[in-house]
């Protein structure tokens, strides 16, 4: 039974992975504009910056241990 349970929690596919991208993303953007708001000029803009980099780096790295999982992993 905890295996299945454990199964909701894992990534299997680039679409999920996408999908959790774009959840991370939005969230991030509401950050970005809150910091904006809060530190203006060049502060907000970099921690608003910071925000969106950092979903790209962690979309990035789903996506490859995606691929990397499928050629050396074991399957789920």
Do not use: N
Not at 12 to 19: G, I, P, R, W
Not at 45 to 62: D, I, N, R
Not at 63 to 68: L, M, N, Q, S, V
Request: charged residues 20%.
């Amino acid at each position: 039974m905890w295996k299945k349970i454990r199964r909701l929690f894992i990534i299997k596919t680039k679409f999920e992975a996408f999908l959790i991208t774009y959840a991370l993303a939005t969230g991030a953007i509401a950050r970005g504009e809150d910091y904006i708001v809060q530190y203006p000029g060049y502060g907000g803009v970099l921690l608003f910056l910071a925000c969106t980099g950092s979903v790209f780096m962690a979309g990035a790295k789903m996506i490859e241990a995606i691929d990397y999982h499928k050629t050396y992993g074991r399957d789920y």
